[in-house]
């Protein structure tokens, strides 16, 4: 795996996959290794996929100082990654929890984002996440799953802080289709994620959502905002919160998708996704007066 070095001297990893213009590729979890994302759903026929490992996930090491595993302390590690791929601009795709760290850096770095995808993401950032009541509702909508029955207490529960649950109770939830795929993709989370950092990462005091929302309103590049029509965290209502405060998104749900978008329909994931960025990449080339 490639490596580079962020400012505080941590030393970073990051997957590659697929040949043309760069992607960088934000992980969710939070702070869980970039594997799971696997080729998001074959769109690194599309473009080379630049998956980050944040600190302390799959080949990156474990910062010195533990504070450092809050998301606004790893944005210079997002730009750190943009000069060692001597790139002027970035287009940035975000999952989940790493839509936060991409907001946080279009906020920081607007000029140095060409076009930002963000998927299923939960407006922590801006002080708008999911609520249980969203999530139960969302779970709601999965009655008659043959699983429904024995999960939705496990869910409930888990919800209302009775500690941790079995993902492979709770996982179909969180997926469009409960199959083979999606149960190995749930089973692996936990080897996947950094238990060290995970809720550093979302501290609150990394986040001024104020401020934030007025940064984000003078980013000018294009934005996608793709929410999943069956996933809980966040509803699509709620991820429109996400596209509202920009000045030029588009926002789009999946249809049957879950929380991984890409693993319940890859074809549509990645034609929709693929699409937007030849869009955005065609806007960013065009003469500037």
Same mark, same amino acid.
């Given at each position: 795996m ?12 990051? =997957? ?8 960088v590729?934000?992980?969710?979890g ?43 302390r790893? $944005? ?5 990654? =943009?000069?060692?791929?001597?790139? !002027?601009?970035?287009?940035?795709l ?13 906020? =920081?770095?607007?000029? #140095? ?22 999530r139960?509702a ?16 496990a ?8 500690? !941790?649950?079995?993902?492979? $109770? ?15 993709h749930e ?8 238990? !060290?950092? !995970?809720? =550093? ?8 959502p104020?401020?934030?929302r ?25 991820? #429109? ?17 879950g ?11 990645a ?19």
């Amino acid at each position: 795996m490639p490596i580079f070095t962020a400012p505080d001297g941590t030393e970073l990893a990051y =997957r590659e996959a697929g040949e043309g213009e760069p992607l960088v590729v934000l992980p969710g979890g939070p702070l869980r290794a970039s594997a799971y994302l696997g080729d998001l759903g074959g769109l690194a026929g599309r473009r080379r996929l630049i998956l980050l490992d944040l600190r302390g996930t799959g080949g990156s090491a474990r910062p010195a100082d533990p504070a450092t595993y809050r998301c606004d302390r790893q $944005v210079d590690d997002v730009e750190a990654l =943009r000069v060692h791929l001597g790139r !002027e601009r970035l287009d940035v795709l975000a999952h989940s929890a790493g839509g936060s760290l991409a907001m946080l850096y279009a906020a =920081r770095h607007p000029h #140095r984002v060409s076009g930002l995808v963000l998927v299923t993401v939960n407006p922590w950032a801006l002080g708008r996440p999911a609520t249980a009541g969203e999530r139960l509702a969302a779970a709601r909508l999965r009655r008659g799953e043959p699983w429904f029955d024995d999960a939705f207490p496990a869910f409930e529960a888990w919800l209302g802080g009775a500690g !941790e649950a079995d993902p492979a $109770v709770v996982g179909p939830f969180f997926h469009g289709r409960w199959d083979d795929a999606a149960r190995a993709h749930e089973a692996a989370a936990d080897e996947q994620t950094c238990v !060290e950092g !995970e809720d =550093r990462f979302l501290d609150p005091a990394a986040f001024d959502p104020p401020a934030l929302r007025a940064a984000l309103t003078r980013v000018t590049a294009p934005v996608l905002v793709l929410a999943g029509e069956l996933d809980g965290g966040p509803r699509p209502e709620r991820a #429109r919160l996400v596209a509202d405060v920009f000045a030029h998104a588009e926002f789009a749900v999946q249809p049957g998708a879950g929380h991984y978008p890409w693993l319940d329909d890859p074809d549509r994931f990645a034609g929709r996704v693929g699409d937007f960025l030849e869009a955005a990449g065609r806007a960013d080339a065009a003469p500037r007066d």
